[in-house]
């Protein structure tokens, strides 16, 4: 055989098994030791053997054939390309960008712009009526010393409008509301150090924030609710150019509880007649007034992702209350005459209208449309502008606010603007100055809620359709 020749020709000897004979036990003991000796020597023999064939490979020449050799001369010229040319395929589109984009050319169109741009009327006094002397008297005065034991140095840079020396709350209050401040200041300062997820900031600091009311406020009339999981209704998101339905879901949302008797007498009304109320799919949810979403980022999150998804819920938002307002409408289940025009019933229902201010017979060109064509635009023309949204997004310690509202081209095209951030509402939870501010905003956003959005959305929306249900 092959192998065996050549561990023969490396000097190894092989004896046959017929020709071995096993040593008895007493003659093997004084045969052991000159058989180690035997196997000592084969094995330095083939060691060094191996280490002459190692260095003889390593000394040889190698050669090799003409066809592996590469010929320089005849190699490829690549032409040098424009640095537009250059960067266009290794540059992707932003995601983000590309969204807020679809956004503003969808129906109906959502417009993300800046404080500077002009806001609908309604919008503004919103704006006003949560700017008015923000930031002074937010801090009771009773709790400096607490402050500057736990900051020295931040408490320096408070100013002296931004404590509260009429506060009337009483001890328990004021303990409780000290505690938060800290809880809020500890978790925020933990999520920041160690780099935590999205989840640990809403979980540990955004719900903390959101949940805080003052007792002037109400506490039964807002309720907390985690909507992470849950989906937006596909009948109300926005619609881009190809037809698609744009998809994406904010993470909390305040709604008009039904721990409040008034709140809960009307949402009653509403379940015996099965209608849902707001733009979630969730059993629960949908039959709950959203009064304002936040969408939460971790800390170096996308700002404008944010955004993009609370624009989605307020666009969202906006399509539910309409479709509740157009169910409000009056509905004719006759045709009636433009104003201006008297219907001779003598003649049967397909007479032609006359003008009562000329008594002439109008041509076909001037008479009214068909009646289902008055009736779309008889429940698309809102009689009362639905009140303004307000939300949040929360980038790490950042908090944003915006305001969406309807506004209405002078082509009658609908266009949700969403408004902001704004620099003088801006709030943090990165010190307990900031952590008062952001609660501060927070409780100004549940006053406007149980004040002006709940009684607006109540009188021109609900009660009307109550009384047609």
Not at 178 to 189: K, M, R
Not at 265 to 282: C, E, H, N, P, W
Not at 432 to 452: C, E, N, P
Request: net charge neutral; charged share 20%.
């Amino acid at each position: 055989m092959a192998w065996l020749n050549s561990f023969q020709d490396q000097g190894c000897t092989f004896v046959s098994t017929q020709e071995y004979q096993i040593p008895s036990p007493s003659e093997s003991a004084p045969s052991r030791g000159r058989s180690r000796d035997r196997k000592r020597k084969r094995v330095c023999s083939m060691d060094s053997q191996a280490r002459k064939r190692t260095q003889q490979q390593m000394n040889a020449t190698v050669h090799l054939p003409p066809q592996s050799l590469v010929d320089l001369s005849s190699r490829s010229i690549l032409s040098p390309r424009s640095p537009s040319q250059a960067s266009s395929p290794s540059r992707s589109t932003s995601p983000t960008r590309d969204l807020l984009n679809t956004l503003r050319v969808s129906r109906p169109s959502v417009d993300c712009q800046s404080p500077d741009s002009p806001m609908a009327p309604i919008a503004v006094e919103v704006r006003k009526m949560l700017n008015k002397d923000f930031g002074d008297a937010i801090i009771p005065a009773a709790l400096k010393e607490h402050l500057f034991a736990a900051d020295p140095q931040g408490f320096e840079e408070i100013p002296s409008t931004a404590f509260d020396h009429a506060y009337s709350g009483t001890q328990e209050e004021l303990d409780t509301l000290w505690h938060e401040v800290q809880q809020i200041h500890l978790e925020a300062s933990e999520c920041h150090m160690f780099n935590q997820d999205e989840n640990s900031w809403a979980q540990d600091v955004a719900r903390r924030v959101l949940s805080w009311c003052p007792s002037k406020s109400g506490p039964q009339f807002l309720q907390l609710k985690s909507v992470q999981t849950q989906t937006i209704n596909r009948t109300y998101l926005p619609v881009s150019a190809i037809q698609a339905p744009i998809s994406k879901k904010a993470d909390y949302a305040l709604v008009y509880s039904r721990k409040d008797s008034a709140v809960r007498s009307v949402y009653d009304r509403f379940d015996r007649a099965g209608i849902a109320l707001s733009q979630m799919t969730d059993i629960y949810t949908k039959r709950l007034v959203m009064a304002f979403g936040t969408e939460i980022r971790p800390a170096g999150g996308n700002s404008q992702e944010a955004l993009a998804q609370l624009a989605i819920w307020f666009a969202a938002g906006f399509a539910k209350l309409c479709e509740l307002q157009a169910l409000a409408l009056p509905r004719q289940e006759e045709e009636e005459p433009f104003l201006g025009e008297q219907r001779d019933h003598r003649e049967g229902p397909g007479a032609t209208p006359r003008n009562t201010s000329t008594g002439e017979d109008q041509p076909a060109s001037m008479q009214r449309e068909p009646p289902f064509q008055q009736q779309l635009e008889t429940e698309q023309a809102s009689p009362q502008p639905l009140p303004p949204m307000i939300g949040f997004t929360a980038v790490g310690h950042e908090w944003a606010m915006y305001i969406a509202c309807e506004h209405f081209t002078e082509d009658n095209q609908k266009i949700i603007q969403v408004t902001g951030p704004f620099p003088r509402l801006m709030a943090s939870t990165r010190t307990f100055y900031d952590i008062f501010k952001l609660l501060s905003l927070v409780g100004r956003v549940r006053t406007f809620a149980q004040d002006v959005h709940w009684p607006a959305l109540k009188n021109h929306v609900l009660l009307p359709l109550i009384e047609r249900i």
